[in-house]
């Protein structure tokens, strides 16, 4: 669990989920919603010394409310997918 991927497969009629996972390097925790609107929200919990490459549906992506385009704390992989290290990430795609 050196990198991991967190990759929710939406489905309309679920609208909401994640789930919490005691890998060897520390907790690593998901929580997700899909709004009404088509607007996808994401936490994420990255343990310490462990990368997490990110999918998210098509849409302007934010974390922690500001735009992707040169965070300094994630790279874009292509097309929808984030790697990002160890700490607490709140993604959003909106349509």
């Known amino acids: 669990f050196k990198t991991f991927a967190v990759n929710p497969v939406l489905d309309p009629r679920v609208k909401s989920g994640g789930g919490d996972y005691d890998a060897m390097t520390g907790r690593i925790s998901t929580d997700w919603t899909l709004g ?24 302007r992506h934010q974390e922690g409310g500001k735009p992707l385009a040169g965070h300094p704390d994630i790279r874009e992989l292509g097309q929808g997918v984030y790697e990002v290290g160890s700490g607490t990430y709140r993604f959003l795609a909106a349509p």
């Open 36 to 59: 009404a609107d088509g607007a996808f929200s994401l936490a994420v919990t990255v343990p310490a010394n462990t990368r997490a490459h990110i999918h998210l549906p098509p849409g």
